[in-house]
Nanobody, 117 residues
Framework: QVQLVESGGGLVQPGGSLRLSCAVSGAFSIYAFGWSRQAPGRQRELVARISSDSITRYADSVQGRFTISRDNAKNAVYLQMNSLKPEDTAVYYC????????????WGQGTQVTVSS
C-alpha cells in the first residue's frame, strides 16, 4: 500500500503551463502510476499513465500537451501540462494503476487546476 500527495495546482491563463507533483510514500519503483481528472458534471478521465519502466500513454484530449514522468530516486510522479485550455479545468488526482493499466486502489486527495482568463 502506498500514500500519495499531490501538489502544484492553481489558476493559470489559457495557453499557460503548470507542473503537478505527486509525492509517494511506501513502495514506489514496482508501481505504475496515473493522473486522472474530474470536472463538475463530467466523468472522471484518466489522462496519463506511466509504467514502472517509464512507458507512457496519454488520452487523446491531452496528447502532445501533457507529459507524465517519474523520479524513482525521489519517489515522485509529475505531470507537466502545457498549452492549457479552459476545458482542462478539473481536480487532478495521482493514483496507482493495476496490472491492466486501469486505476488502482491508492489515490491522492487531488489538486485543483483552473484555466481561466
Amino acid at each position: 500500500q502506498v500514500q500519495l500527495v499531490e501538489s502544484g495546482g492553481g489558476l493559470v491563463q489559457p495557453g499557460g503551463s503548470l507542473r503537478l507533483s505527486c509525492a509517494v510514500s511506501g513502495a514506489f519503483s514496482i508501481y505504475a502510476f496515473g493522473w486522472s481528472r474530474q470536472a463538475p458534471g463530467r466523468q472522471r478521465e484518466l489522462v496519463a499513465r506511466i509504467s514502472s519502466d517509464s512507458i507512457t500513454r496519454y488520452a487523446d484530449s491531452v496528447q502532445g500537451r501533457f507529459t507524465i514522468s517519474r523520479d524513482n530516486a525521489k519517489n515522485a510522479v509529475y505531470l507537466q501540462m502545457n498549452s492549457l485550455k479552459p476545458e482542462d479545468t478539473a481536480v487532478y488526482y495521482c493514483h496507482t494503476l493495476k496490472i491492466n493499466w486501469e486505476p488502482g486502489d491508492s489515490w491522492g486527495q487531488g489538486t485543483q487546476v483552473t484555466v481561466s482568463s
